[in-house]
């Protein structure tokens, strides 16, 4: 029998290989139970999601547990990611994974940097983001509108006038300027609370939106 023989010619394997990293199942290290009393509302949301996307995000699983804790978290996100605003939802997404790129925040960078990924049809932007934005080639507007949020990130109380004039003349209003703090604001406490309960992203946002576009579509 062949099956198990390794190919003529083969380099023997040196070292140790990883286990795989599954983690499908598995919304947080908390043993914190679905609450039985979630409201008519949060279980259409949860239905919403599983027909739009194929599952409920696990940071929706992880908030479960309270269902005042689900419905506060759910309405300031919806809030801040998909209302009506100056930014658009990839620009309020690109905030969201610099900001979890600072923080290291594994389930953020994985779910949001998927989030790039789509809304931009650019693999590589999303990578960027991911690990450096500096890397990238950013317009004027983006390049200042990340700077901001990292520096609100990185060390709060620098954050002058002069910091939000830059944001005045990349063409940002006062209204967004408020919605980019809120945003970094709000994901500097989701990477947190992230963290702190080891949250795990859904298996399906690894390979979202990876496909590089053919030289027709670039």
Not at 1 to 16: I, L, N, T, Y
Not at 126 to 154: I, Q
Not at 177 to 192: G, P, Q, T
Request: aromatic residues 8%.
């Amino acid at each position: 029998m062949s099956g198990g023989r390794k190919k003529a010619g083969a380099k023997p394997e040196v070292g140790e290989r990883p286990a795989p990293q599954e983690t499908e199942g598995t919304v947080m290290a908390l043993d914190l139970p679905p609450s039985p009393d979630l409201s008519p509302e949060m279980q259409a949301y949860f239905d919403k999601c599983r027909e739009k996307i194929g599952f409920v995000p696990n940071v929706l699983l992880a908030y479960a547990h309270d269902s005042a804790k689900l419905e506060a978290f759910a309405a300031l996100y919806n809030d801040l990611m998909l209302a009506p605003s100056g930014l658009s939802k990839l620009e309020r997404e690109m905030i969201a994974v610099a900001v979890s790129s600072v923080n290291r925040c594994y389930y953020c960078l994985t779910a949001h940097g998927a989030a790039v990924r789509s809304l931009s049809g650019d693999p590589v932007l999303g990578e960027m983001m991911a690990m450096n934005y500096r890397a990238a080639d950013l317009s004027g507007r983006h390049r200042a509108m990340l700077d901001f949020a990292v520096a609100l990130t990185e060390a709060p109380w620098t954050i002058e006038e002069e910091d939000r004039d830059a944001l005045r003349d990349a063409g940002f209003s006062e209204r967004d300027l408020w919605d980019i703090s809120a945003v970094a604001s709000f994901f500097n406490m989701s990477n947190r609370m992230a963290s702190a309960v080891d949250m795990r992203p859904n298996r399906s946002y690894h390979g979202e939106a990876r496909t590089l576009p053919g030289p027709d579509e670039a």
